[in-house]
């Protein structure tokens, strides 16, 4: 009997981590009925996390198939602010004295319109209104998942929703005003970016565009985020403005970073190391990961080179799966056993980035690869 762990990234605007890793386990029953099966949905810091990490602190044990193990945590309802300051309902993750936020769920631009699109005013206040919430819920120890954000305002929306709830003693130091949380709070930031805050390499030059921003605004942007910086640190007698991760989530990073001491952690590596995955491998025949697109970029600190490396030092084969594959023979280099396409030649991408078309790609590949 085979041992498969499943462990695929979101296809971004068609599944989940944890739909593309179902469709990918019908498919290996259908061929290999008796194959033991693990499955562990994953995300970077962004698109999923939060449901990620949901199934990473439940007990890492084999998922027959349709199994949902318990233990999990709890999911918890706020109603926060939108990008747009409108009022919307936003989860997190609550197991003991841990919080798991994803900021996509109260800042991300899914939640905005291609019209709406505005980073010159898109806030992470709602950010902010959750990390409040969990700490007035006792949370002692908040992970933060930074990706898909709407925002470039360097986490001061964030800062003033902190600044805005009272919570009790008087800990730590805002600009021009004090922020109040407790200094037993702990943060950790989850993040597969590594830019800096300002620069040709930072939030605004590097991600701006995508949310909406004119080549003016992104100078725009930029400007007012060293403005920030250098006040801040002016204010702090500290700089992150060039730490790793500064520039993730429109410059979120650098506010936590800067402001609350947080530890910056890649996002895969922390939800690994939560799921004890490299247990998990031990005695693995093969680990099945994928994402969307996969390309030279692939290898360049995204979520399936993490999932790679880990199985590399135990010798276990690793197969790709993406939507579109190009560089083919690059990803066969670096390691990968076997890379495969799911879309057929020919299928129009509206019809492929179906939900129901995805994942009768995804079952349809497994039976012919594996």
Not at 143 to 153: C, N
Not at 206 to 233: I, M, N, P, W, Y
Not at 304 to 329: C, T, Y
């Amino acid at each position: 009997m085979k041992k498969i762990i499943v462990a695929i990234d979101s296809f971004k605007g068609c599944l989940t981590s944890a739909e593309a890793n179902q469709a990918a386990c019908e498919g290996i029953f259908d061929k290999m009925p008796e194959a033991e099966v693990v499955q562990v949905p994953v995300s970077d810091g962004g698109e999923g996390f939060l449901e990620a990490f949901q199934a990473a602190m439940g007990a890492p044990s084999p998922l027959t198939f349709g199994h949902i193990p318990s233990g999990r945590g709890e999911i918890v309802e706020v109603n926060v602010k939108d990008p747009l300051m409108r009022t919307i309902v936003a989860q997190y993750l609550i197991k003991g004295d841990t919080a798991v936020i994803e900021m996509a769920k109260a800042s991300g631009l899914t939640l905005l319109s291609p019209e709406e699109r505005d980073p010159m005013v898109a806030t992470s206040y709602g950010t902010g209104q959750l990390v409040v919430d969990a700490v007035r819920r006792g949370c002692k120890h908040i992970i933060v998942g930074l990706g898909g954000s709407a925002t470039s305002d360097c986490g001061i929306g964030m800062l003033e929703a902190m600044h805005n709830a009272p919570l009790g003693d008087i800990r730590r130091r805002l600009p021009k005003q004090e922020c109040i949380i407790h200094n037993d709070v702990r943060f950790t930031i989850a993040t597969d970016v590594t830019n800096p805050l300002c620069g040709e390499n930072g939030a605004a030059h590097v991600f701006a565009t995508q949310k909406g921003a004119t080549h003016e605004q992104v100078l725009a942007l930029d400007a007012r985020a060293k403005r920030f910086a250098e006040a801040s640190a002016k204010h702090l007698g500290r700089d992150c403005q060039n730490m790793p991760g500064a520039g993730a989530a429109g410059g979120l990073g650098y506010a936590f970073l800067q402001y609350l001491n947080a530890d910056c952690r890649s996002g895969i590596d922390l939800l690994l190391d939560t799921v004890h995955f490299d247990d998990l491998l031990q005695d693995a025949d093969l680990v099945i990961t994928g994402e969307g697109s996969a390309d030279r970029q692939t290898l360049m600190g995204k979520l399936p080179f993490g999932i790679l490396q880990r199985a590399k030092k135990q010798n276990v084969p690793v197969a790709l799966i993406a939507g579109r594959i190009a560089d083919e023979q690059l990803l066969l280099d670096a390691g990968f056993a076997r890379v495969a396409c799911i879309t057929p030649p020919g299928i129009p991408l509206e019809i492929a980035m179906q939900p129901a078309t995805a994942k009768e790609n995804i079952r349809k590949t497994m039976i012919q690869s594996i």
